[in-house]
């Protein structure tokens, strides 16, 4: 099986203030990151992973139901917040908190607080016996980290760990997160602005907006979609550009569009380019903002900033040379209107 | 004004000296005291937490029944309890009046409303992220309560010694539940109220000042158990 959860028209709410209205999102084992801007709606739906807050609709983890089950789920997924809190005791038994409630014995406690602290780059003899109070923020978000790494989760789940701290303890903090994925197959799914690092060690990227959410690293496209008189498809026009998108089967409502990095294509700027794409394609006029390495498929990834809004797509090592695209580069993007799904 | 003194000066022979009629009185308090405050805290310390811990219908009415509770005159609480106990009362067949056991049950009701009131608010004012993070380290039921409380142990220390405070320095419970027996249910305020009335100020002043020294022993106790959870 490869989705750890499966989520479907799940809903949230903060009293009457809806927060989340995923229609369907499928997250896989790996190492996924939750990227979205701030309100979007990162945090609540961390927290409803780790099954600490109500919702409407289905999930299922590891193939099975949640509702009900939500108490002996909790045991194998556990997620460090935003901003990490620490029990007003020792390191120590902060780090061994969750081990005593296992059953661990002492023996078995101490060798995984070690190991733990040791993993966020804490070391023993120095940390393990100071009170809670004696942290700067870096080490209290790595104890908090270390406390959670002593599980041996099956999911990790991660608010922004890398938030606040400088980047030596952001290194160790990461590298940390790497082994664990590696040493004990935890699935991670990580809140993150560092895209560097997501592109890098991600698996698969959750994009949201608004609450609405997509998989495969999905660009997204905030509307408001209306139909446009002229053309009897969707279109939005707030980006500076019109974008269009087929009227959908089956979506109630269009507030939100995605495409995927595949469908999308860029070339240096060119108006008779532009004027050549026939009817079926969006295009819009952008600069390249970014380019990173992505190591799942050893390609490379390029921002692009349209209007505000970015597309991120992979390109070869070919057409970089060919283009002689760089960040800098004013480029044109183009991705069909049948690739574009409200979400 | 000579009397102050001389209460001052026979005090502090007294308290060198201690008689044995006043250490009784010293033992029956301390005795009291530390039954009474026991029993309130194993009472009033999960209710607490439960009280500010769920949400459930009703949890605001019981919330301000406790508060108005808070301030319960101590006789009104002798009177109900002695209602109970007494020979012809439903309890009546426990031979409760007139014994020190009576008396930590009365003492227990005056100090309970604190207790619950103050624990109940130091949890309700745990942050939410106390709560997450207890969840999803895989606490729940009877452990989470004890942490949550281990949380809030400076406002749990705060009720304690409000609480010891009210228990220590009532009268009307003792008196009417224990009818001031001596050598048996005499307590050191229930003496001071018998010595001043019978014009023995001296006297008075001293089991005050004996008092006073009991309290202030309690709380540095206290305040000692606060600084080693602190460091
Ligand atoms: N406790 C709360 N009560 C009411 N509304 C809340 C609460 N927490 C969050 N919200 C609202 O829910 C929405 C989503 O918030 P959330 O914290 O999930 O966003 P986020 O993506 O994590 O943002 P950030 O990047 O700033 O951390 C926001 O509009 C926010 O105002
Ligand atoms: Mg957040």
Redesign the pocket.
Known sequence: MKNIYELRSLTHK??S?A?LGIKSLDIPKGVVGLV??????????LKILAFLLPYEGKMSYCGRETADKEREMRKSVTLLL?EPYLLRRSVFENVAYGLTLRGCSRGETEARVSDSLARVGLPFGEFAHRPWYRLSGGEAQRVSLASRLALRPEVLLL??PTANVDELSAAKIKDSITKAARDWGSTVIA?THDLVWLYEAATDIVS?YEGRAAGGAANLIPGPWKIDETDGRFATTGWGCKFLANVASGAEDMTCAAVSPGDITIRPADDEGIAATGKGFNRARGVITQMSIEKLSGGIVAAVNCGGLTFRTRLTRGTIAEYGLCPGVEVDAFFPVSSVKFI | MDYITEGFFRALGLIFSMNEETWSAVRTTMRLTMSSMALTLLIGLPLGFALGYHEFRGRRIIRTAADTLLALPTVVVGLIVYAFISNRGPLGKWQLLFSVKGMAIGQTILALPIVVALTASAIENLEERLRFTLLTLGASGWRMAVTCLAESRYALLVAAMTAYGRIVAEVGVSMMIGGNIKWHTRTITTAITLETGKGDFALGIALGLLLLLISFAVNVGLSFVKHRTDS
């Open positions: 903060y009293g203030h927060t979205g801007p701030n309100g979007s709606g990162k945090s609540t739906l935003q608010d922004e809140a949201l």
